[in-house]
């Protein structure tokens, strides 16, 4: 069975930090790319950075670039979303997804790529 859950969103001030999770079971994370996307409500789903397999290569939003950091730790099968100075465009419900196709040393923000998808986790940066 294989699954991808998110964890770590909350209710955070303008330049705050969070550290998003994403948890994978039934398959090894660090084969395959993994994207961060986001949702905010009346928008369309966008993506936020991505990774590929092997860490190759990683990108990154502009509007994100140089705040958020991707990163992987393969003994926990996990990949993380590093936000810093988070700002009230930054709210959204953030998703982790992956491509199911197989490793890759590219990644992109194309949302018909990934077809594993976690069910979300809610950032609200608010004062």
């Known amino acids: 069975q294989v699954q991808l859950v998110e964890s770590g969103g909350g209710l955070v001030q303008p330049g705050g930090s969070l550290r998003l999770s994403c948890a994978a079971s039934?398959?090894?994370?660090?084969?395959?790319?993994v994207g961060w996307f986001r949702q905010a409500p009346g928008k369309e789903r966008e993506g936020v950075s991505c990774i590929s397999s092997n860490d190759v290569m990683t990108h990154y939003a502009d509007s994100v670039k140089g705040r958020f950091t991707i990163s992987r730790d393969n003994e926990k099968n996990m990949v993380y979303l590093q936000m810093n100075g988070l700002e009230p465009e930054d709210t959204a419900v953030y998703y982790c997804?992956?491509?199911?196709?197989?490793?890759?040393?590219?990644?992109?923000?194309?949302?018909?790529?990934?077809?594993?998808w976690g069910q979300g986790t809610q950032v609200t940066v608010s004062s």
């Open positions: 039934g398959f090894t994370l660090d084969k395959y790319v």
């Open positions: 997804a992956t491509d199911p196709l197989g490793p890759s040393m590219y990644c992109n923000f194309n949302y018909y790529s990934y077809g594993y």
